[in-house]
């Protein structure tokens, strides 16, 4: 829109506009052209609202008409929007907005909009306790959500009476009735601007928090860096370090292609050799770790050439047996000894499941053949003497009728 269309325009349709450039901003994203163009256009509603002196200080929420209310939200509505804008002095954003929350929730307290206990937090500051904060915080948020209910229930409201005006519009005309349908109108407009009022006090309080937040953390940081001597990196800066990132990522995923990928590495020693540049990825490594040498500086590494030096060396040697292998050597290890075990007991399984049974006997007579027949002739010989000799044969004499 042009500055001619804008100037012509009178303060609803510009409030109006502003209100939906405020809705599309705050649901679907910071779009920079729409938020500029919404903060422009609530700029020109507040010129207008001070020159036609719509408000006083002197006046009350109940002295202020139907019409004018809604003109109240024109400061939070530009606090929300110049805080999404995005510029390089962000703090200066920050105080904008500030102040324009601060506008708002101060007039509204002149025209007594304000819940009396967020006076009288204001009132305390900082001096606030953790307990207190919290319930603050959980205050304001019941009040926004039952605002938020309110003006659900006055919309559904609205949408079934204008249902059923039109249907009796339709039947029969209605002629006694208008005059209170017109106030019920207005009187539920009013309500539904002072609960829209409540609830951005609601977020405007909120959102001033944030707000001061927000600035305190960057002061600190550039202050830090102020101190420190640095300079903040500019645009073009960060813009050239995002290019160069893509550039090499975008070659790296080239060059993936024809390139082998390097054997995982499962040593933990070796790992952190390569971390701290004693070692390169591409080399061989077999799990060989030097063991750890305590003692003075100058002899470790050296050879121990007498006894003096090797006792020397011994002077700061821990009380416990040090390892004589590392924990993946010692892995290795057991995964060889398990497949020796598995190799042993395949084996096993295999000669047990062989058909050993169904070999053909062997001819000729064998050593266990003979044995056989040795032992069958010895015990024919002693069946036959135990024929000729039965038991207690030869104590007969000894008898007493013997």
């Not at 701290?276 to 050296?302: C, T, W, Y």
């Amino acid at each position: 829109m042009g500055e001619g269309k804008m100037e012509d325009m009178p303060l609803p349709a510009l409030f109006e506009q502003a209100r939906k450039i405020h809705i599309t901003a705050t649901e679907s994203g910071a779009d920079q052209d729409l938020v500029k163009k919404g903060s422009e256009v609530l700029g020109k509603c507040e010129d207008m609202i001070s020159k036609l002196g719509l408000f006083s200080s002197n006046e009350n929420k109940d002295d202020i008409s139907t019409t004018n209310l809604k003109y109240l939200l024109v400061p939070f509505y530009l606090a929300e929007l110049t805080e999404k804008l995005v510029q390089d002095d962000r703090i200066q954003i920050l105080k904008t907005s500030q102040s324009k929350l601060k506008e708002f929730i101060s007039f509204c307290e002149a025209m007594e909009l304000v819940p009396q206990e967020e006076l009288e937090a204001s009132a305390q500051g900082a001096s606030n306790s953790f307990a207190d904060r919290r319930a603050l915080k959980i205050a304001r948020f019941r009040r926004q959500r039952a605002a938020e209910a309110k003006l659900t229930e006055i919309k559904e409201r609205k949408e079934r009476r204008g249902r059923s005006t039109k249907a009796a519009a339709l039947s029969t005309p209605v002629e006694a009735g208008e005059e209170d349908e017109q106030d019920d109108d207005g009187e539920e407009e009013r309500e539904a601007w002072l609960t829209t009022i409540l609830l951005a006090i609601c977020k405007a309080f909120d959102l001033l928090e944030m707000l001061k937040k927000e600035e305190e953390m960057l002061s600190a940081i550039k202050e830090k860096q102020l101190k420190e001597g640095e300079k903040g990196f500019s645009q073009a800066i960060l813009d050239d370090r995002t290019k160069k990132a893509e550039a090499w990522h975008r070659d790296a995923a080239a060059r993936a292609r024809y390139t082998k990928p390097a054997p995982p590495i499962t040593c933990a020693t070796f790992a952190q050799d390569v971390i701290e540049g004693r070692a390169n990825v591409s080399q061989a490594h077999d799990h060989k770790h030097q063991p750890m040498i305590f003692g003075p500086q100058s002899l470790i590494g050296g050879s121990l050439t007498n006894e003096r030096q090797r006792m020397a060396a011994q002077v700061f040697q821990p009380g416990h047996r040090m390892p004589t292998m590392s924990i993946e050597e010692a892995g290795l290890r057991e995964m060889e000894m398990m497949n020796k075990w598995q190799e042993r007991n395949a084996k096993m399984f295999e000669e047990a499941n062989s058909a050993w049974y169904k070999d053909s006997p062997k001819l000729g007579p064998s050593e266990d053949d003979e044995d056989d027949d040795a032992a069958q002739e010895k015990a024919r010989a002693w069946d036959d003497w135990k024929d000729d000799n039965p038991r207690g044969a030869g104590n007969k004499k000894l008898t007493p009728c013997g």
